[in-house]
């Protein structure tokens, strides 16, 4: 340690890790300034993305007899997509519908039921209520016609300021076709017949009709314009039960042609729909908690308001007694009747030819049809009343 040298090594072994290990806490750490040259770590992080909108959403409803009871173990489908479902003990189902599609065609079918095919518009999603009539044993099931190809119109809406409509429903009155415009107002929707009226609606109770729209063609697009909406009509008013009560969250279907709307009733039996165009409508009012639907046609001009108060009708069931020419029973026969508002019931007599029609409310019915045990056709000879009974001669 006498030579100069030797304190020069010494120093560097007692400096040189001290320096070794300022630079990797200060050079190298996670500490280090984004200014100072020299390599850093870095921890990755994978990017955020704001969710992007679903692709399919729920879409709920309740299934129920010409009584308004709820029908458990229903199947219900989506046509043109894989969701399908069974209905609960209280009638009530969920499936999965796609964003894209405004249609929404269900399904619905049930043992002993005729099959329906509803559709339910956008602005319906909490009203859907499906109404089941008992199917005739003898009754062919309905099978769906695919359309072929045919033409689209395509077509913008807008409001009274000439700016676009998010979200408003466009319908073809002649086939219930179903279009909702996209951020800058756009619709496409298909012509599925020679001559289509077009009726649109927003959420903020405007209203348009377009058409009529004729085209010969086989495909392709049909350029429909510019569509402002004016202030829409409006229907409302009260349903009550047969004893006066409020019908409490009742259903309501409003039909022009194919085209429907659907609302329910509140708590205290108030219903109203917006965004009416001017026409002739139906408006009915589903069967609700064992009372009787009724259905009435009303006008609707302009942006007017109609107000109406609607009372279901009670069910009056009916006795039959089903015989032949010379008063013999006819055992295990079939009855189809139905009363003036074209209520459809039927029944299936028992060994001596006595049956009972529910679902009717008037006091006298009409006979449509009456089939022997083999389901032949019998010819109805007379019909007449002995008391509370109603007596049937077929043969």
């Known amino acids: 340690m006498n030579r100069p040298s030797h304190w020069i090594i010494a120093l560097f072994a007692v400096i040189g890790p001290a320096l070794w290990i300022w630079g990797f806490t200060e050079g190298f750490g996670e500490g280090r300034d984004s200014a100072v040259a020299g390599p850093q770590r870095v921890r990755l992080m994978a990017p955020t993305t704001p969710p992007s909108d679903p692709v399919e959403i729920p879409l709920t409803g309740y299934v129920v007899d010409p009584l308004g009871m709820p029908i458990e173990g229903a199947f219900v489908r989506v046509l043109g997509h894989r969701s399908a479902g069974l209905t609960t003990s209280s009638g009530t189902f969920e499936v ?27 602005t319906d999603l909490d009203h859907l209520v499906v109404r089941l009539r008992p199917a005739l044993p003898w009754e062919a099931p309905r099978e769906l016609s695919s359309p072929g190809l045919v033409p689209s119109g395509e077509g ?3 409001d009274a300021d000439h700016r676009p409509l ?7 009155i002649e086939t219930g076709d179903l279009a909702v415009t996209d951020d800058i107002g756009r619709f496409r929707i298909p012509l599925g017949a020679p001559s289509v009226h077009l009726a649109a609606w927003h959420a903020s109770g405007r209203a348009g009709e377009i058409g009529p729209v004729q085209s010969t063609q086989k495909g392709g697009l049909v350029s429909l314009g510019v569509t402002a909406l004016g202030p829409g009509a409006r229907i409302g008013g009260s349903i009550r039960m047969p004893d006066h009560a409020p019908a409490d969250r009742a259903a ?12 329910r009733a509140d708590e205290n039996g108030a219903f109203a729909v917006d ?21 009435q046609s ?8 109609l107000e109406s108060e609607i ?13 032949d020419a010379s008063h013999a029973p006819h055992a295990l026969g079939y009855v189809v009747a139905t009363d003036a508002d074209e209520r459809r019931s039927w029944a299936r007599a028992d060994e001596e030819g006595r049956a009972t029609l529910r679902g009717l409310a008037d006091r006298e019915v009409r006979v ?23 007596v049937v001669v077929a043969d």
């Open 368 to 390: 449509e049809e009456v089939r022997a045990a083999d389901h032949r056709v019998l010819t109805v000879r007379s019909v007449t009343r002995e008391g509370d009974v109603t």
């Open 275 to 295: 965004g009416l165009v001017a026409g002739e409508y139906v408006l009915e009012v589903l069967p609700h908690r064992g009372a009787l639907g009724v259905r």
């Open 156 to 158: 913008f809406i807008h």
């Open 166 to 172: 998010v979200g408003a429903v466009v319908a073809a």
């Open 298 to 305: 009303i006008r609707v001009d302009g942006s007017g308001q």
């Open 252 to 263: 309501v279907v409003l039909r022009r042609g194919r085209l429907v709307r659907r609302t």
């Open 96 to 122: 999965m519908v796609k964003v894209a599609d405004p249609g929404r065609r269900i399904e619905v079918s049930a043992r002993g039921f005729s099959t329906v095919v509803a559709r339910c518009a956008p």
């Open 311 to 323: 009372q279901l009708a009670a069910e009056v069931p009916h006795q039959i007694r089903l015989v």
